[in-house]
């Protein structure tokens, strides 16, 4: 079988080379989108820790009874009085304790979707780098074919001189070349913007990559059961049902208590007002409220099964493309990379008696590369399906 080494970037040392681990950490500590999320987690920190205080107390001032004709005397009635109160809703009931366990349902959303944005960044990045490796092995070998397309275009200008070769036969040759200078000019301008790209999304910027290819069948998938993706539903279906027991708690009103006192002239005493009030819940607007969060609930669940099914489907689609790559790429390096190998050894040998034209030989060893050009292309076709794992079999195959 043809072992295919994999080559760095084209210009620097082995030394700055950076592995997709390291990548992988960069992107963690740096990633903007990361940061946002951890924010929001800070924010839902904040919301526990107040999640079981009670409403601020409400302060009021005043003066009552002022006579429109005579706004400063305040001695003229019984009435007339300067105030001041204090007014505090008490909550009834456990509404404070399902407000607490709501508050830490809506973290736990957020580290769920923390977790789910770090698969992605890493399922992404194995893409990219993995793309990268195997494209510039591409780029080398279209080196060798070109080589090989020069000295099959040098011969032809010789064999012309001997009338042994058409003047077709060097055009098409030289259009030959050209297309190759095209195909490398692509693949260039694709291996350059894979590299932005890594950039872009890690906040590294990379020269070389070190990373081994290393590509094996695989026959069982890690359950993913526990990915962050269902966890955060789980988790937002859990925050529906316990808005839902909010409401029901509602059904039961907080009562509010005020306290005024209210000063008064000289000639009459002062006095202080109490009050408690109550909302009647006589519109059954709590009921609804609940009956919307349940709804709700089971529609996040819908959606969840749903999510589980697609990731289900998904992962056996990848596994498939995965193994059926792994078998094609087999299949090119051990039968037919070998079979051409030894056409080009054939050819050599009987060159030598002139039974075989020369320029079959270098069209031979154009083949040749161009099957090695199609094992790499199983090999992107496998990390494709590899790098798809990391994220919808939470981590896939490693």
């Known amino acids: 079988m043809l072992k295919i080494v994999l080559a760095s970037s084209l210009t620097l040392s082995l030394l700055s080379a950076i592995s997709i681990d390291e990548l992988v950490n960069s992107t963690f500590e740096n990633s903007y989108d990361l940061k946002s999320v951890e924010k929001s987690i800070e924010v839902a920190n904040q919301q526990i820790s107040i999640a079981k205080k009670w409403q601020n107390p409400v302060l009021s001032m005043g003066i009552n009874d002022v006579w429109i004709n005579d706004f400063s005397s305040r001695n003229k009635e019984a009435m007339q009085a300067s105030f001041i109160g204090i007014s505090q809703v008490i909550p009834t009931g456990n509404k404070l304790d399902i407000k607490e366990k709501i508050a830490f349902k809506e973290k736990n959303i957020k580290l769920y979707d923390f977790e789910d944005k770090k698969l992605e960044l890493t399922s992404k990045i194995n893409e990219l780098v993995y793309n990268i490796l195997l494209s510039e092995e591409k780029y080398k070998l279209l080196e060798e074919y070109e080589k090989n397309l020069e000295k099959l275009e040098s011969l032809y200008g010789s064999l012309y001189k001997y009338q042994k070769a058409t003047q077709n036969e060097i055009i098409n040759s030289q259009i030959s070349t050209v297309e190759l200078k095209i195909q490398k000019q692509n693949l260039k301008n694709l291996i350059d913007n894979s590299y932005l790209k890594l950039e872009q999304i ?15 069948k695989v026959d069982l998938l890690i359950e993913n059961s526990s990915h962050p ?170």
Do not use: C, W
């Open 202 to 216: 890690t906040y590294t910027k990379i020269d070389k990559i070190d990373e081994k290819i290393d590509i094996k």
């Open 229 to 398: 993706k269902f966890k955060s539903l789980e988790e937002s279906s859990s925050k529906q049902q316990s808005i839902a027991e909010l409401e029901r708690a509602k059904k039961i009103p907080d009562v509010q208590v005020s306290l005024a006192y209210f000063q008064r002239d000289d000639k009459f005493n002062d006095y202080v007002n109490m009050a408690v009030s109550i909302p009647l819940p006589i519109y059954d607007t709590e009921n609804v409220t609940r009956v919307q969060a349940k709804m709700s609930a089971n529609e996040t669940n819908d959606k969840l099964e749903q999510l589980k099914h697609n990731f289900e489907i998904q992962s056996k689609i990848l596994k498939n493309n995965l193994n059926n790559a792994y078998e094609n790429y087999n299949l090119i390096g051990q039968k037919i990379i070998p079979l051409k190998e030894k056409i080009q050894k054939n050819i050599e040998t009987y060159n030598s008696f002139d039974d075989v034209k020369p320029q079959e030989s270098i069209k031979n060893l154009n083949d040749l590369i161009t099957y090695q050009m199609k094992a790499i292309d199983e090999q992107q076709k496998y990390y494709e399906a590899y790098s798809g794992l990391i994220y919808y079999a939470n981590k896939g195959i490693k």
